[in-house]
């Protein structure tokens, strides 16, 4: 079966700062998207990873914050921009269209862990 | 409002007994999916099932089948013989047709199971 990895798993960081986390997957996907989870809560969607183009971002997430990169089908990268303590989440990618199965099926990349001091 | 509800923030069973997780939702629309993921303390999501609203018949996959009922809007989770590996967060999910791949989740029951 496909594999879909992030890195890094976890960070620690300093508030003010920016980490950039990458999603690979080992074979090619129609659709990339990342979620957020805060502690304790469910996952939110932060936005569609658009291949080619400028992602497609939900309400209240803003490309300044948190831009996103997609240059082709199996790679995808978010960065947290100017951290915070509220920003101490984690961050997981996933993918529809994966081994041909239909898009609106997602799978998970197994998530960054980030903590803001 | 697209909402998902799911009104059991934890649950027990014991091992090898069956146990269901209730997980209600809003919407307007009338073609969308349904799914429950697995999320252990790894933290890795895990698609559990899926169910698709136009298909009357209820999923299943080996141990774990839904109860879907479109017009109460109502989706549960039955898990049978409950092993231990089965001990996760359950996270029911709703995504609509129009949606372009948006899920949105409900806030999860944390299953346990006894030994």
């Known amino acids: 079966s496909a594999v879909i990895s992030q890195k890094p798993s976890r960070d620690i960081c300093q508030r003010g700062t920016s980490l950039t986390i990458q999603c690979q997957v080992d074979s090619q996907v129609t659709m990339m998207f990342w979620y957020r989870q805060q502690p304790g809560q469910s996952l939110t969607l932060i936005a569609t990873a658009n291949q080619g183009s400028e992602a497609t971002y939900e309400s209240g997430f803003v490309i300044d914050k948190f831009p996103i990169s997609r240059p082709n089908l199996t790679f995808s990268t978010l960065t947290v921009s100017n951290m915070s303590p509220e920003d101490s989440s984690i961050y997981l990618c996933s993918v529809g269209g994966l081994g041909g199965r239909e898009i609106n099926e997602q799978f998970f990349g197994p998530g960054t862990r980030l903590t803001v001091l | 409002a697209q909402t998902v509800t799911q009104s059991q923030p934890e649950m027990s069973v014991q091992e090898a007994e069956t146990v269901t997780l209730s997980c209600t939702y809003d919407t307007s629309e009338s073609d969308y999916y349904l799914f429950w993921y697995k999320q252990p303390p790894s933290r890795q999501m895990i698609l559990v099932i899926r169910q698709e609203a136009y298909k009357q018949q209820n999923a299943t996959e080996n141990r774990f089948s839904v109860n879907f009922q479109k017009a109460a809007k109502s989706f549960s989770l039955k898990i049978s013989d409950s092993q231990l590996g089965d001990a996760a967060m359950y996270f029911c999910?709703?995504?609509?047709?129009?949606?372009?791949?948006?899920?949105?989740f409900g806030q999860g029951t944390e299953l346990s199971v006894k030994p």
């Open positions: 999910a709703y995504l609509p047709f129009s949606q372009g791949g948006k899920l949105i």
